[in-house]
């Protein structure tokens, strides 16, 4: 690019040559006026009559009119003259806006460039904040990572030690039941087997400590998990509950008795029909095992219960495909979510089939613990909700204090058994779930039993924590021994 000096030269040279180029023309200009000047006085110096006298009135006015005529044409000339300056100035005025506005554009351009060059040094910044943000996500990841997996080592060694202390408990207590039972055979007790019986009893009294140590530090984690508020939970739905309604209204179902009493043990797998419609009032003042076990006898009936309740539904479905009840079944479809199953019967049968099946019961057990703090939440105590289950109007629940949803609230039931229910239909019917009902129905069809460890697998949708929430079902269910429920049935059934 020229420098200005030489830019400035380039434009006097330029002047000079235009200079140049007006002084020739107006020397041509000259001229062509002069030969212009003698054509028009050569005719009148041929037509020169001889030299007369001439009166001096003549002579004068043949005197000014000469003068005239050169005064005509330096008129003339001078207007010529004006004409080529007027013409020059309008051209250097034209050439003067030219170069402002050459010049303006160029202010502009800069501007922008500047502009331009600001903006690309404001990227470059905020693109090195970003990687530097980026690095230290991915640090502060790591370290989250690093912990998670400590405290996965660290839970997974608790469980060990646990089971470990639960076993060296029904050791110990079986061993002094069995001396308690010798004690009691021989009806006389020495020295050697009182301090035996001491030991034991002891032994069994620290390992009892230990052991509600464990659970309390279980429900302060099962007290956590019941906060996360993104579950694929049920949600209120009016069509639903007019499905539910009818179905109830089109086959017998077993009505709740008036609350009984909590019961106290279970004999031959058989549980006694007393069903409680709340809570006890006095779970929080009862020690841990002991809150534990009036825990599992208030909602195991009920668990049971509902799931006969499925088993009727079984049949009347059966019944009404036999019959075919289309009525019926478009209440079973409506109630279980169907609607995209038109006019393809096998298919919405099939499906319909695959969702109305029962809960295993240490599955609904773990979660109930868990998700209600062993009955000591609020929303459990004044609602009723054992299971978080979300609804989306405010007076269908109790509002939590964290939730990110100003609509959502915990829904609230009745009792404690329509709580059951709608979870187990939350399970059966939310599309969140699909995988555990197609596990199930694979059990099913390989007559292998349908169990909380296995279903509990396909729950991470249910809390924010996923892999961590299906470790706490397993956890629960193992050192509660909740499994041993999977096949415990109403005493009243045959």
């Known amino acids: 690019m020229p420098s200005p000096a030489s830019q400035r030269m380039h434009r006097q040279r330029e002047l000079e040559q235009k200079k140049k180029g007006q002084r020739l023309q107006i020397w041509i200009l000259s001229s062509l006026i002069a030969a212009i000047g003698l054509l028009y006085l050569l005719p009148l110096a041929l037509s020169v009559k001889p030299p007369r006298l001439m009166p001096d009135q003549e002579r004068v006015d043949e005197a000014i009119d000469g003068e005239a005529f050169h005064l005509r044409a330096e008129i003339a000339l001078l207007e010529a003259q004006i004409a080529q300056l007027k013409q020059r100035d309008a051209r250097g005025q034209k050439a003067i806006e030219d170069a402002e506005m050459r010049a303006s554009l160029a202010s502009e351009g800069l501007a922008l460039a500047k502009q331009e060059a600001d903006r690309a040094i404001d990227n470059f910044a905020q693109a090195q904040k970003a990687d530097e943000d980026a690095k230290k996500a991915l640090l502060l990841a790591q370290s989250k990572e690093q912990s998670a997996r400590s405290a996965l080592i660290s839970a997974n060694e608790m469980e060990q030690r646990a089971l470990r202390a639960l076993a060296l408990a029904r050791q110990i207590e079986k061993q002094a039941q069995e001396a308690l039972e010798k004690v009691i055979a021989t009806n006389q007790l020495s020295a050697g087997s009182r301090a035996d019986l001491a030991y034991l009893q002891e032994r069994l009294e620290t390992l009892s400590a230990d052991t509600a140590?464990?659970?309390?530090?279980?429900?302060?984690?099962?007290?956590?998990?019941?906060?996360?508020?993104?579950?694929?939970?049920?949600?209120?739905?009016?069509?639903?509950?007019?499905?539910?309604?009818?179905?109830?209204?089109?086959?017998?179902?077993?009505?709740?008795?008036?609350?009984?009493?909590?019961?106290?043990?279970?004999?031959?797998?058989?549980?006694?029909?007393?069903?409680?419609?709340?809570?006890?009032?006095?779970?929080?003042?009862?020690?841990?095992?002991?809150?534990?076990?009036?825990?599992?006898?208030?909602?195991?009936?009920?668990?049971?219960?509902?799931?006969?309740?499925?088993?009727?539904?079984?049949?009347?479905?059966?019944?009404?495909?036999?019959?075919?009840?289309?009525?019926?079944?478009?209440?079973?479809?409506?109630?279980?979510?169907?609607?995209?199953?038109?006019?393809?019967?096998?298919?919405?049968?099939?499906?319909?089939?695959?969702?109305?099946?029962?809960?295993?019961?240490?599955?609904?057990?773990?979660?109930?613990?868990?998700?209600?703090?062993?009955?000591?939440?609020?929303?459990?105590?004044?609602?009723?909700?054992?299971?978080?289950?979300?609804?989306?109007?405010?007076?269908?629940?109790?509002?939590?204090?964290?939730?990110?949803?100003?609509?959502?609230?915990?829904?609230?039931?009745?009792?404690?058994?329509?709580?059951?229910?709608?979870?187990?239909?939350?399970?059966?019917?939310?599309?969140?779930?699909?995988?555990?009902?197609?596990?199930?129905?694979?059990?099913?069809?390989?007559?292998?039993?349908?169990?909380?460890?296995?279903?509990?697998?396909?729950?991470?949708?249910?809390?924010?924590?996923?892999?961590?929430?299906?470790?706490?079902?397993?956890?629960?269910?193992?050192?509660?021994?909740?499994?041993?429920?999977?096949?415990?049935?109403?005493?009243?059934?045959?």
């Not at 697998?457 to 999977?486: C, H, S, W």
């Open 213 to 494: 140590s464990q659970a309390q530090q279980d429900n302060e984690v099962a007290a956590q998990s019941s906060s996360d508020d993104e579950q694929p939970r049920e949600e209120d739905d009016a069509q639903t509950e007019t499905a539910e309604t009818e179905l109830a209204q089109s086959y017998a179902t077993r009505a709740l008795p008036a609350p009984g009493r909590i019961i106290k043990q279970y004999e031959a797998g058989k549980v006694a029909p007393q069903f409680a419609v709340t809570l006890p009032d006095e779970l929080d003042e009862l020690t841990v095992p002991q809150r534990k076990q009036a825990f599992i006898e208030t909602l195991l009936p009920l668990i049971l219960e509902a799931n006969d309740q499925l088993r009727a539904r079984q049949a009347a479905l059966e019944f009404a495909i036999e019959t075919e009840n289309q009525a019926q079944i478009a209440r079973f479809k409506a109630l279980y979510r169907l609607r995209k199953f038109e006019g393809d019967r096998d298919a919405l049968i099939a499906e319909l089939r695959h969702r109305i099946q029962p809960i295993p019961p240490s599955l609904a057990l773990a979660q109930a613990a868990v998700e209600s703090g062993w009955g000591l939440s609020r929303f459990a105590r004044e609602g009723n909700a054992l299971f978080g289950q979300w609804a989306w109007s405010e007076d269908a629940g109790m509002k939590p204090l964290d939730a990110s949803n100003s609509r959502a609230v915990i829904r609230s039931f009745p009792s404690i058994y329509d709580s059951i229910v709608a979870y187990m239909h939350n399970l059966n019917t939310h599309y969140a779930y699909a995988p555990l009902r197609d596990a199930r129905a694979a059990l099913i069809a390989n007559e292998q039993p349908v169990t909380g460890m296995d279903l509990a697998a396909y729950l991470t949708p249910y809390a924010e924590t996923g892999d961590k929430y299906v470790y706490i079902l397993r956890a629960m269910i193992l050192q509660n021994r909740f499994d041993i429920y999977e096949d415990h049935i109403l005493a009243s059934q045959s």
